[in-house]
């Protein structure tokens, strides 16, 4: 079964815009993670954020948790045509537990 | 460090027919996942081995679908008699670290069941 939801289920935007997408889920976690995958291609892992941190930076990329709303958003901030790809949220339960995936928002960044 | 390999990449077959996938995890990863992922959806666990143990098959059809993970290395996924609604990208996925469980996926393999 799948946990997290994502929103929107796609996105366009112009080149040098930000990016957000949002991620619900219904279970406590130990930790969210975001992937990306371009089409055609296998996920890549972008970022993780622990159930006990608020916020993380990486690069261009920011992720909040709220863990009492069960929700979570990642911002691409002055996005370019290279990000245009599907966005997963995953959730981590206990150690040792297999992510389960959301169902991705697409995003399309026009140049 | 080279990544998780899949192969075929690609493959057709005709429904009832069988196929079978491989991977090759990164090295030294123990835990190996495998993942259906149909078209305008996330990835689902099919199977989780770690090393050459089974953690989770719960949502593996098993009256047509087998995994194994000889030597805890690569791994091999089977399906076998195959339905339409096979079809679909199975990737593989491993990881190094089960506290945190972030993963490294395959490039996938595209089945296509006529």
């Known amino acids: 079964s799948q946990q997290g939801e994502e929103d929107p289920q796609a996105l366009s935007i112009q080149e040098g815009e930000n990016a957000t997408m949002n991620c619900s889920y219904k279970?406590?976690?130990?930790?969210l993670q975001w992937y990306r995958q371009n089409s055609g291609r296998g996920l890549v892992h972008l970022i993780l954020i622990r159930s006990n941190e608020r916020e993380k930076h990486s690069g261009r990329l920011r992720v909040t948790l709220d863990t009492s709303k069960k929700s979570s958003s990642l911002l691409i901030t002055a996005s370019r045509a290279a990000d245009t790809a599907s966005y997963f949220c995953?959730?981590?339960?206990?150690?040792?537990?297999?992510?389960?995936f959301g169902k991705g928002t697409t995003l399309s960044v026009s140049s | 460090e080279a990544g998780v390999a899949q192969s075929p990449r690609y493959k057709i077959i005709e429904k009832r027919q069988s196929v079978a996938f491989w991977c090759n995890p990164i090295s030294g990863h123990a835990t190996l996942y495998w993942y259906q992922q149909i078209l305008g959806q996330g990835p689902k666990l099919l199977i989780q081995?770690?090393?050459?143990?089974?953690?989770?098959d719960s949502q593996l059809p098993k009256d047509r679908f087998s995994a194994e993970r000889l030597k805890g290395v690569d791994s091999t996924l089977k399906i076998q008699p195959a339905k339409l609604e096979d079809s679909a990208v199975y990737l593989c996925?491993?990881?190094?670290?089960?506290?945190?469980?972030?993963?490294?996926f395959g490039a996938g393999t595209r089945l296509s069941v006529l």
């Open positions: 279970t406590s976690i130990n930790n």
């Open positions: 081995f770690q090393n050459n143990g089974v953690v989770d």
């Open positions: 996925a491993s990881s190094l670290d089960r506290a945190m469980n972030i993963q490294y």
């Open positions: 995953a959730t981590g339960g206990q150690a040792g537990t297999a992510l389960i």
